[in-house]
């Protein structure tokens, strides 16, 4: 999808995220975002690190076409899922319901397709609860299957474990990778935590000053461990890059 002006010399794949000099300003101050370019390749799972106030989830929300950049040229598939920090389900509608919600687009509301997905994120028995009855956790999950549901070419995830404790955070993180695994959808991760990032994701960008400051591939296999020598040294470049200095 085209978000901004004429933009005849990129050819963008199905599931690919293009950004190209986009710049970002809140009224009369310096840029947000400042010149920055970007590609996510199809199916491709990326974490974005970055210190607070750094741009984050302004890049996150021009990319999910929640604002309008200043300047510059965002490309990203018609068919895309944001997953924010809190689950944002409406309290009125049962769990398969806010699910399904979101294939109305295409028609009438889906409930075995709902069902289906909550099952894959192991919900499969709390299908018709209140969503003020679940867990922080359990509303991740389904806010994961809403995500899903209409089979999206990329998924933009903000913060989306920060609200939750250390071990729902692992189990979420490994039922990700599974659902990630299973859809071939191109994933950004917007994180605070380095060792998320360094679990998860093919590539590990650092926003910085406006721009990606640092743009690196993690080539260790999965399951990736926080010990491994290799994960060690990426988590004190990372940090070191963050401002975090570590010896
Ligand atoms: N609607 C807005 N109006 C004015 N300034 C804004 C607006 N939204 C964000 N900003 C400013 O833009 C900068 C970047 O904010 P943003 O929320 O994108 O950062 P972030 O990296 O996501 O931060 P955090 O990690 O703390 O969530 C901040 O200085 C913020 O105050």
Redesign the pocket.
């Known amino acids: 999808m085209v978000q901004s002006q004429q933009t005849p010399h990129i050819v963008q794949q199905r599931g690919e995220v293009q950004v190209r000099a986009l710049m970002h300003r809140?009224?009369a101050g310096r840029p947000?975002l400042d010149n920055l370019d970007l590609t996510i390749r199809a199916g491709e799972f990326v974490a974005l690190l970055?210190r607070?106030?750094?741009?984050?989830?302004?890049l996150l929300r021009m990319l999910a076409g929640l604002g309008q950049p200043t300047r510059g040229e965002v490309h990203v598939p018609s068919n895309k899922a944001v997953v924010f920090q809190e689950s944002r389900l409406l309290p009125w509608m049962r769990v398969w319901q806010n699910v399904a919600l979101a294939t109305l687009p295409e028609g009438k509301a889906d409930r075995t397709r709902a069902e289906r997905l909550l099952g894959e994120v192991g919900l499969s028995h709390r299908t018709d609860a209140w969503p003020l009855t679940l867990s922080g956790g359990e509303a991740q999950r389904v806010a994961l299957s809403r995500a899903l549901v209409r089979d999206p070419d990329f998924i933009m995830l903000d913060e989306p474990f920060g609200a939750l404790d250390a071990l729902t955070r692992l189990q979420m993180q490994h039922l990700v990778l599974r659902l990630w695994a299973r859809h071939a959808c191109s994933i950004l991760l917007v994180t605070?935590d380095v060792d998320e990032a360094l679990l998860l994701a093919d590539r590990v960008l650092v926003l910085q000053e406006g721009h990606i400051h640092m743009d690196v591939c993690i080539d260790i296999p999965r399951p990736r461990h926080h010990a491994d020598p290799d994960f060690e040294a990426l988590r004190t470049t990372l940090l070191n890059a963050l401002g975090v200095f570590v010896d």
């Open positions: 809140f009224g947000v970055g607070s106030g750094s741009g984050k989830s302004t605070h």
